[in-house]
């Protein structure tokens, strides 16, 4: 991608401002409203300017927690979500926020500062290649070494951060930048050669794909999670009334269709429903719409969906075909595509006939729901805690799940009305992700209930940007579901070595003597806490946790370190061999309909 072109000023052209007076002025030019931050010495020039603007800055705790605050900012809201950091260690804390936000399409600007460009390539303090760190990671870097750059460059960033399919744009600015003077302008025309996303598909493909759909008997819609960062979650709900067709979901897909239509057969993949994985295996259309087909959707490649033809919608053209072969592809935003072929659904002179399929899928559906069992050590189901929070939560409550069993548990039992309400770190999955993007979240729905669902694992590494949220009258709810280990890895090693649980164990405490006791952290950190172990508690836990708005509040739910997700299909194993429950394989593959 070529530089941006700065040549031409703006209507807003005026008077000299320094570097970082242009960071800021361009900032507030483009409507944003919070920056979650840390300063330091290459990026104080621009926290000078900042003490003044009407731009909130949220002072965390940690880079990693600004950049995943700044992710639930933007996954929550549709707009662009900001962080700032200095140099060095400062920048490279950003790296993992900003890896998870690049490979789940989240809009995000890193703005970060830089030794002045004189030192560039002395190894000055903290100097650190941070536009060469994460190239790979972002949807472009930006090196910024002159004030008249500034203005163009980070409006680029934000442009290209929010068009096309959405990600992170890191833009580094050396200090001698920052502190120079430059004639203000704002850019005219936003001119950036080689930089021009598809968004309108292409006629001649949907004529395909909707004739392809007319033609199948059984049919499966592949939502993804492009359905969501397009918008598209009505456009999802029009197709599936015009065609007729079920959906399985992505989990970045989860919400794009309400959890309760009948259509909606779950989440495919690893830990997906058997109904959802039986009908993308025995499929003979898969429309699948901003998906990646990512290695926990689909198994083992070579045995994903046998008998399918595959029309593969996406904004981004690297992604399809990537994975799995395609018969129609589809170069497009996600809800100009779902609007297209329901126009063409029900152009059509008479619906498709699905029952049969519809019957096969119902009786799956019937014999195989989601499901657990009651623990057998006294501790509280884990699931059982999830579903009453999903019940008692308001209705448009917002959930950020931190990564492993509790996350899939939660996009199992919380029953979603709409998207943009579960806020997940899906391909990357990182650990810590829960508690700084419930806060971004908050931050972006003040009046809205947010819940962090986290485990103890997760919460140890990032819980204690709770201190931020106190300090900032942010007043999250975290639901911890502690089992005193790091549970999904602690699965495998139950199912896959024989038990041997190596460096799981987080909870080295007795009963009486909890390392650590998560109320009295919770406390210091000048949050509400509560602890529940008994499942007659669950319910008032939660009622006292909504009624707490003045400040964050913690739940410790004890449950036990033996609960497990099911079902689940080994990794690299063929989604053929999905166990409902442990040595409990559904014969799908056999049954006819």
């Known amino acids: ?282 499929a003979d259309l898969i429309l699948a719409i901003g998906s990646r087909f990512d290695d926990r959707l689909t198994g083992r490649l070579d045995t994903f969906a046998p008998l399918a033809q595959v029309v593969h919608a996406d904004i981004d053209p690297a992604e399809i075909g990537k994975n799995v072969k395609v018969d129609i592809p589809i170069v497009g935003d996600a809800r100009a595509v779902l609007e297209a072929l329901t126009r063409a659904a029900n152009a059509q002179d008479r619906r498709p006939n699905f029952a049969k399929w519809w019957e096969h899928l119902n009786d799956l559906r019937k014999r195989y729901p989601l499901a657990y069992g009651e623990p057998s050590d006294g501790r509280l189901a884990p699931q059982y805690v999830i579903q009453r929070l999903s019940a008692l939560a308001a209705p448009d409550a917002i959930f950020a799940s931190g990564v492993g069993q509790h996350q899939m548990w939660t996009q199992q039992f919380v029953e979603l009305r709409g998207g943009r309400r579960l806020l997940n770190s899906g391909g990357l999955g990182t650990m810590g992700y829960g508690v700084p993007a419930a806060m971004g979240a908050q931050v972006a729905h003040p009046g809205r209930e947010v819940w962090a669902v986290d485990g103890d694992g997760c919460f140890q590494m990032t819980g204690h940007e709770l201190v931020t949220c106190a300090l900032n009258g942010i007043p999250v709810k975290v639901a911890l579901i502690n089992n005193s280990s790091l549970g999904m890895v602690r699965q495998w090693q139950t199912l896959i070595y024989g038990e041997r649980y190596s460096n799981t164990d987080l909870h080295t405490g007795s009963d009486t003597e909890m390392i650590p006791d998560f109320v009295k952290l919770a406390e210091a950190y000048g949050c509400a806490a509560l602890r529940c172990s008994v499942a007659e508690e669950v319910d008032d836990a939660i009622g006292q946790a909504k009624a707490i708005n003045d400040r964050p509040v913690l739940i410790d739910f004890q449950v036990s370190r033996d609960a497990q997700v099911w079902p689940m299909i080994a990794g690299g194993a063929s989604n053929d061999t999905i166990e409902y429950t442990r040595g409990l394989a559904p014969a799908f593959e056999r049954e006819e309909f």
């Not at 927690?65 to 992710?71: I, K, L, Q, S």
């Open 1 to 282: 991608m070529s530089k941006p072109k700065s040549a031409t000023p703006g209507p807003l052209a005026g008077a000299n401002l320094t570097g970082a007076q242009a960071i800021v002025k361009t900032l507030e030019e483009l409507g944003v409203e919070v920056i979650f931050g840390i300063p330091g010495g290459t990026i104080l020039p621009t926290y000078d300017p900042l003490y003044t603007s009407s731009i909130r800055h949220i002072l965390v705790r940690h880079e990693q927690g600004a950049g995943h605050a700044a992710t639930g900012y933007a996954a929550s809201s549709g707009r662009v979500g900001v962080c700032l950091a200095t140099s060095g260690p400062g920048a490279t804390n950003l790296i993992t926020a900003l890896a998870d936000a690049n490979i789940d399409s989240v809009p995000l600007v890193a703005i970060t500062g830089q030794v002045g460009a004189q030192a560039i390539g002395t190894d000055a303090f903290q100097e650190a290649d941070i536009v060469g760190a994460t190239m790979p990671l972002t949807k472009h870097s930006f090196l910024v070494k002159e004030a008249r750059d500034i203005a163009p460059s980070i409006s680029a960033a934000y442009h290209i951060a929010r068009t096309g399919r959405p990600g992170p744009v890191l833009v580094d600015i050396t200090k001698s930048a920052q502190t120079a003077t430059t004639p203000w302008y704002w850019p005219a025309k936003m001119e950036l050669p080689g930089y021009n996303p598809t968004a309108r598909p292409r006629t001649k493909q949907l004529e395909a794909a909707a004739e392809a759909l007319r033609r199948a008997k059984r049919p499966v819609i592949l939502a993804g999670g492009g359905i969501i960062r397009a918008g598209g979650q009505a456009a999802l709900a029009e197709l599936v009334e015009a065609s007729g067709a079920p959906v399985v979901i992505t989990l970045m897909g989860a919400g794009a269709i309400d959890d309760a239509h009948p259509s909606n057969l779950g989440m495919g993949g690893m830990h997906g429903s058997v109904p959802a994985v039986a009908a993308l295996q025995q």
